[in-house]
Nanobody, 123 residues
């Protein structure tokens, strides 16, 4: 009933920039939190950045000052602007959202994940 579709990953040289997008669609009543996580080979998935409906933002220490998360509530979309990329930023990046679904019979909140988009930073 709800999908998160990510785009914007790719291959970039160290010091370069990428912008990730994640659009939510489906039977959405409201969206509270939206954020980005990443998982590098052999490592656990970790928080990169997240934002609440009240526009509070949280960043991982390793990306603070280089990455910026933003939301377009009218489009149910979250963005991640990544600047000054480093090889250690290489990972699959996943969009995550806490969404209140209204399917016409009931309303409930659930946690959703996108399919992931690969970001590779070469040195």
């Amino acid at each position: 009933q709800v999908q998160l579709v990510e785009s914007g990953g790719g291959l970039v040289q160290a010091g370069g920039s990428l912008r990730l997008s994640c659009a939510a669609s489906g039977s959405i009543f409201s969206i509270s939190g939206m954020g980005w996580y990443r998982q590098a080979p052999g490592k656990q998935r970790e928080l990169v950045a997240k934002t609440t409906s009240g526009l509070t933002t949280v960043y991982a220490g390793s990306v603070k000052g280089r990455f910026t998360i933003s939301r377009d509530n009218a489009k149910n979309t979250v963005y991640l602007q990544m600047n000054n990329l480093k090889p250690e930023d290489t990972a699959v990046y996943y969009c995550n959202a806490q969404i209140v679904v209204d399917n016409g019979r009931r309303r409930y909140e659930s946690d959703y994940w996108g399919q992931g988009t690969q970001v590779t930073v070469s040195s």
